[in-house]
């Protein structure tokens, strides 16, 4: 009988730690051009593996082919429950281990200086940013990579409990015509009906706060439900999204997040705002 996702997952992460005996988890990763994070969440079940990355891991552990039989089931069954699965082949694999982390997270604090936050984004401002991607050409593949955003959303707002996101936009993401004129102003409506969603809070770091912690990068800091997981910042780059576990690296962005916090306009200031930024566009 086929085991439950959770089961699975876990005999998995078990088998998988054994067979990596004394190795250390930073060397096994950087072998396979994973990141540790990804690596540990697949020993401790919290996310799956797919087929030709648990072929590489049991080469990488000496395993011979004839004997790979039940973890790949065990894998198999384990991939079963992540609604991403059939869109795995259209996102790189940093993007898979996110969306194994937003699912988890049961708080996302979110810096965005450029676009605007995924989980907020219209489908016509997502698939404006998706089709900037520099490796994209496939028409098929925005496509897909536009579902998952979709889903996304359509999930993260269901959970159970409910989750908080709470986020600081640059005032510049709000005149940036992603996508046009238009598609901006649409964009910004539903900003504005985003911002009153339980559990989310929207606030807009003006141009008047000058310099401030979150000038180099934006990112986010996902934590988890007690007792689970240590959280994990997430950032994205020209070549993909970039991890940090780190306890001292977690300080500095979590210092840097609250210091934005701190500069930034009141809920109810930044939701005016954004409405007279969209009353003024839409002119």
Do not use: C
Not at 160 to 182: A, F, K, N, S
Not at 194 to 214: C, K, N, R, S, T
Not at 231 to 242: F, K
């Amino acid at each position: 009988m086929a085991r439950p996702t959770s089961t699975a997952r876990r005999e998995l992460g078990g088998e998988l730690r054994r067979l990596r005996g004394e190795r250390r988890a930073v060397d096994v990763a950087t072998a396979l051009g994973w990141s540790e994070s990804k690596l540990s969440r697949i020993e401790t079940a919290h996310t799956g593996i797919t087929e030709a990355d648990l072929d590489r891991l049991l080469t990488l552990y000496g395993v011979r082919v004839e004997e790979r039989g039940r973890l790949r089931d065990l894998a198999h069954q384990g991939r079963a429950r992540a609604w991403w699965a059939p869109y795995r082949s259209s996102v790189p694999d940093p993007y898979d281990e996110y969306l194994a982390l937003e699912a988890d997270a049961t708080l996302i604090s979110e810096w965005e200086a450029q676009v605007m936050p995924g989980l907020l984004q219209t489908d016509e401002y997502a698939r404006a940013v998706i089709e900037t991607g520099a490796d994209i050409g496939d028409r098929d593949v925005i496509q897909r990579r536009l579902s998952v955003r979709t889903g996304r959303r359509e999930r993260f707002f269901l959970k159970d409990p409910e989750p908080r996101l709470d986020i600081v936009l640059d005032q510049g993401v709000l005149l940036r015509e992603v996508g046009g004129r238009q598609v901006l102003i649409r964009q910004l409506e539903r900003l504005l009906d985003g911002a009153e969603l339980p559990g989310v809070e929207v606030l807009i770091l003006p141009f008047a706060a000058g310099a401030h912690a979150g000038l180099t990068e934006s990112f986010l800091v996902l934590e988890f439900a007690e007792g689970t997981r240590n959280p994990v910042v997430h950032s994205e780059g020209l070549t993909g999204g970039h991890f940090r576990v780190k306890p001292e690296e977690l300080e500095v962005y979590q210092d840097a997040f609250d210091d934005l916090r701190e500069r930034a306009l009141s809920k109810e200031a930044s939701r005016t705002v954004i409405a007279e930024t969209r009353d003024r566009l839409a002119r």
